[in-house]
C-alpha cells in the first residue's frame, strides 16, 4: 500500500534560519503529492501540492519540488518566522484513489 | 464562505459507551472523510463517503466505526464500545471532485 514518511521532529529553528523537512513516500505509479500545515489550535490547512514529477509547488515562501528519481517531496523555506511554528504533514493521494495517506508529521518550532 | 466544521470540539466518554461527532461539509462538496490523528503516527481515513445518505462501514477492521450521511453536507461519525486506544484527534475533510480537501478544526476525544 501507500505510506509517506517524513523526518521526526520537533525541530527548532531561530527566526530567518533556513528549514528543511524531508518527507519519501511509497506508491504505485504516479501519486499527487501534498503538504498540509496545522497551526496550534487549528485544522489542518493546504500549504502545496504538486501533481506530477518535477512540478514544483510553492505558497507563503514555501516549496517543495516532485522527486520521482528519490520519491521524495522535501518541504524548504529560506526564511522561517515565528507564525511558520506549526506541526507539518507530508501526504499523498494515489493515482487510483481519493483519500489521503500521511506522514507522522513533523512539529516546527521557531524562536525569535 | 463557510469552511468544514465539527463538533463538538472537544469529547470526553467513558470505555465501552458510544459516541457520535458531527461534521458540517462545505455546501456543493461531494465527497466527505472521516480521519483519525495521531501525532507521530500521521493521520489514517477512517471512512469516505461519495453519495447522498450513504452509510460507509469501510476503514477500521474492527468495523466500531461507521458514518451516516443524513444530509448532503452532514455527516456523522459513530464510533460503538469506544476504547482508550480510541483518544484522538478526529478529523472531517470534504471536498469537490478533483479538488484538494478542506479540513475541519477535529474533534478531540478522550475515552476515559
Known amino acids: 500500500g501507500n505510506s509517506v514518511t517524513q523526518m521526526e521532529g520537533p525541530v527548532t529553528l531561530s527566526e530567518e534560519a533556513f528549514l528543511t523537512i524531508n518527507c519519501t513516500y511509497t506508491?504505485?505509479?504516479?501519486?499527487?503529492l501534498f503538504w498540509y500545515v496545522q497551526y496550534p489550535g487549528e485544522g489542518l490547512q493546504l500549504l502545496l501540492k504538486?501533481?506530477?514529477?518535477?512540478d514544483k509547488g510553492s505558497n507563503k515562501g514555501f516549496e517543495a519540488t516532485y522527486r520521482k528519481e528519490t520519491t521524495s517531496f522535501h518541504l524548504e523555506k529560506g526564511s522561517v518566522q515565528v507564525s511558520d511554528s506549526a506541526v507539518y504533514f507530508c501526504a499523498l493521494i494515489g493515482a487510483a484513489g481519493n483519500k489521503l495517506t500521511f506522514g507522522g508529521g513533523t512539529r516546527v518550532l521557531v524562536k525569535p | 464562505g463557510a469552511g468544514v466544521s465539527q463538533s463538538p470540539r472537544y469529547k470526553v466518554a467513558k470505555r465501552g459507551r458510544d459516541v457520535a461527532l458531527r461534521c458540517d461539509s462545505i455546501?456543493?462538496?461531494?465527497?466527505l472523510y472521516w480521519y483519525r490523528q495521531t501525532l507521530g503516527q500521521g493521520s489514517e481515513v477512517l471512512t469516505y463517503s461519495q453519495s447522498d445518505a450513504q452509510r460507509d462501514k469501510s476503514g477500521r477492521p474492527s468495523g466500531r466505526f461507521s458514518a451516516e450521511r443524513p444530509e448532503r453536507s452532514v455527516s456523522t461519525l459513530k464510533i460503538q464500545r469506544t476504547e482508550q486506544g480510541d483518544s484522538a484527534v478526529y478529523l472531517c475533510?470534504?471536498?469537490?471532485?478533483?479538488?484538494?480537501?478542506?479540513f475541519g478544526d477535529g474533534t478531540r476525544l478522550s475515552i476515559l
Open positions: 506508491a504505485t505509479g504516479y501519486p499527487s
Open positions: 504538486a501533481t506530477k514529477a518535477d
Open positions: 475533510a470534504s471536498s469537490a471532485t478533483g479538488q484538494p480537501q478542506h
Open positions: 455546501s456543493g462538496h461531494v465527497t
